[in-house]
């Protein structure tokens, strides 16, 4: 299993960066633009919702040229420091996120994604992952904090 880590400071409160980091239209906001990132499936439907405890959230992308739909489960969830979603259905064999927040100051949080994934496809995917999908990863996740960042510092 691959793991991968990424943190950003952001200045902003701990509760604005939690809900922020959970905020369904966001997410689809401040991901790649050519990936053309939608939500099919949520818990409130498919408008401003923030995903809690339990629910699960249907997204549907274009990676690697090919349109696929990962649904995710948040499994755990501990206001405002942590939550936890793990894939449910989509490409990988296995995949979780854990999204942790930490005070840093009165208006200043970081904010740490792990991830964890196992691709699909036995010793095709296991060469995938080693020489394309990490990085692919890594560079999704560092991409798309650099824009939350952007978006609630402004």
Sequence with gaps: MISIQSEIT???????????????????RTVWKHTHEKVISSPGGIDGQLIGYGEMVTFEATHFLVRQQLTSKVVAFEPPYMFTDQMQQGAFHRMTHIHEFE?????????????????????????????????YMKNFLEYRNKQLKKMLES
């Design 103 to 135: 005070v840093l100051g009165p208006s200043s949080t970081r904010l740490r994604d792990t991830l964890y994934f196992e691709a699909p496809y036995g010793w095709v995917g296991r060469l995938a992952k080693r020489f394309i999908l990490q990085s």
């Design 10 to 28: 952001i200045d902003r409160p701990i509760r604005c960066c939690f809900d922020a980091a959970r905020d369904l239209d966001l997410h689809t």
